[in-house]
């Protein structure tokens, strides 16, 4: 009789596990978005839709190791890390940063995290990608001071260690050494430099990893108009910008200098005061503000952007909520990428 038993009841519980792995967890409900998460998603894309193409290590190692060398600048005082520093959120804080003739440049230094999602490079445009934009400071007489491309491969071609890796990476040029694959080379590292922030995981469906304040800041940088400028992946650098659609900026920032950005490039009226709107990824990290560094709060930031560019005085409350919003934009990079 036991016998009888323990056979119907092992029949009995194959029988639950065959129905358990029939399971149509298709028809499980699924998890509503919120209002704000799809109005959100209007503007915005997490660092996960990024589709980057596959890249060999030895190429992100060379461009990592050029991107901190000082070999790159002509008296070796200054590297790529020098103004864009990856320990500090790839800036270093400074108006303006000092070049390897000690003399101080023209403009502010952006980030170089994420800059290769921006659809543009330095502030008035002039480079269409990080693999252009790394050329750029190289050959400027008062940030690296390198006098010509030829100068700087005979440079590098003078060091062992960068024949043998040049070798490595580009095996099919009869001459690995040259300007182009240096510049492709620092590119591809910068390629890397996309890390995860807590806006990512609310974008990729966790609402519960914002507070209500940062909700709250959401929701006013939206209906404030914000996102004409700052959307997408990288909330801006995708178009050039009149700063002070609404006003003299210089009223409200201070600046020491009257700087006419694009229109010093082109010497076209209607780009007086044309610049590339910034990515605000990191924002919270990236201080201080503008293309001349001129304001160092970034409540101060939204309060001077909100006049001058939306026309709008933004109450106490929605800057410190903008603000709160903004720093879910923090992230830092992975420490292998910090030298």
């Not at 490039?265 to 005061?273: H, L, N, P, S, Y």
Request: contains cysteine; glycine residues 8%.
């Amino acid at each position: 009789m036991k016998k009888v038993v323990f056979v119907l009841v092992g029949l009995a519980l194959l029988g639950c596990k065959k129905e358990e792995a029939n399971e149509d967890f298709s028809t499980k409900p699924v998890v509503e978005k919120s209002e704000l998460a799809k109005k959100a998603d209007n503007f915005f894309k997490s660092v996960s839709t990024v589709q980057n193409p596959t890249t060999p290590q030895n190429s992100i190692d060379l461009g990592k190791k050029l991107y901190f060398d000082k070999a790159l600048s002509k008296n070796g005082t200054v590297s790529c890390n020098s103004c864009h520093n990856l320990a500090t959120f790839g800036v270093d804080n400074k108006s303006f940063s000092v070049g390897d003739t000690k003399e101080l440049g023209g403009r502010n230094s952006p980030s170089s995290i994420y800059a290769f999602l921006h659809g543009m490079q330095f502030w008035d445009g002039r480079a269409k990608d990080v693999e252009e934009q790394a050329g750029g400071p190289l050959l400027n007489p008062v940030e690296h001071g390198i006098p010509n491309k030829e100068f700087l491969e005979k440079k590098l071609r003078a060091i062992p260690e960068y024949q043998t890796a040049f070798k490595v990476v580009f095996p099919n040029d009869k001459e690995p050494i040259t300007f182009a694959n240096l510049t492709n080379a620092i590119g591809a590292f910068e390629r890397q430099l996309a890390p995860n922030s807590k806006f990512d995981n609310y974008l990729d469906g966790d609402e519960t990893v914002l507070n209500d304040q940062e909700k709250k800041g959401l929701t006013s940088f939206i209906d404030n108009g914000c996102t004409t400028c700052h959307s997408g992946v990288v909330l801006g650098g995708q178009l050039m910008q009149k700063f002070g659609l609404y006003g003299d900026y210089a009223k409200l920032t201070h600046s020491k200098k009257i700087d006419k950005g694009l229109y010093d490039r082109t010497k076209k009226e209607g780009d007086q005061f044309m610049f590339k709107t910034p990515s605000l990824r990191n924002v919270e990290k990236t201080y201080p503000y503008f293309h001349d560094g001129s304001v160092a709060s970034l409540k101060e930031a939204i309060k001077i952007m909100g006049k001058l560019q939306v026309n709008k005085d933004l109450s106490d409350a929605d800057i410190a909520d903008m603000e709160s919003f903004l720093k879910t934009l923090t992230a830092d990079v992975d420490a292998k990428y910090k030298e």
